[in-house]
């Protein structure tokens, strides 16, 4: 145990990894799709796409929480189409904090996962094709064995981004303890109260050891994927 963190605290931890994996994971297969689709195709508005999925890493974080805000509360258009249609509420709740983690993580993602597509000889795609192989089966069985470790360092580079996700998501969802506060907005709330240095000290370890592990495991991922194609 660390010292310095009580039960409310390993309650925001869990929470947070909890909103990490969950933004992660759904974001995962939309990342993989627009990677494949930036590395191999040519098409009028492919930098306007591209544009839009770095647009996250050059906005202010708030600025993106106020979209999704605007998009995605009970109230606007698309929120209140999902919650009515499918049950899915994002506004103040615990989905709302992965799903502006995934938004801020996305951009990462693809990045990462797209360097792996473009390191693949398109050789190997073309040589498939002249066997009568279609593009999808072509993808599953030459393109996404080569570049696991490409998708599994995206992965991993996501959960450490989501993970440290602050700004967003606290202009989206708020910081609700039990609900929406996680480690960096725990952080930034205890940091107003007196004599909670020692939570904040404790929170902090967390998310270093956290973050730190998280960029190592992307790194040898990335090596071993280069590694890989290389071959």
Do not use: C
Request: avoid cysteine.
């Amino acid at each position: 145990m660390i010292a310095g963190l009580g039960p409310q605290e390993w309650t925001v931890i869990a929470l947070s990894i909890r909103v990490a994996v969950v933004a992660m994971i759904a974001a995962l297969p939309v990342a993989v799709g627009v990677a494949y689709v930036l590395a191999r195709k040519r098409f009028p508005g492919r930098q306007i796409l591209n544009g839009i999925v770095h647009l996250p890493l050059v906005l202010p974080p708030v600025v993106t929480g106020y979209l999704l805000l605007v998009i995605f509360s009970k109230n606007a258009p698309v929120g209140a189409f999902l919650e009515a249609t499918f049950g899915i509420s994002f506004g103040f709740r615990w989905t709302g904090a992965a799903l502006a983690a995934a938004v801020m993580a996305f951009p990462l993602m693809v990045r990462a996962i797209r360097l792996g597509i473009e390191a693949v000889d398109p050789g190997l795609e073309e040589a498939a094709a002249t066997l009568g192989a279609s593009r999808l089966r072509i993808f599953m069985t030459v393109t996404l064995p080569l570049i696991t470790p490409s998708v599994l360092a995206g992965a991993v580079l996501g959960f450490a981004k989501a993970l440290g996700e602050f700004g967003a998501t606290i202009t989206f969802v708020a910081a609700i303890p039990g609900q929406t506060q996680t480690i960096p907005s725990a952080i930034y709330g205890l940091l107003q109260v007196p004599g909670a240095e020692g939570a904040v000290l404790g929170l902090v370890i967390v998310a270093v050891i956290l973050a730190m592990g998280a960029l190592l495991l992307s790194e040898w991922l990335a090596q071993r994927a280069v590694r890989k194609v290389g071959r």
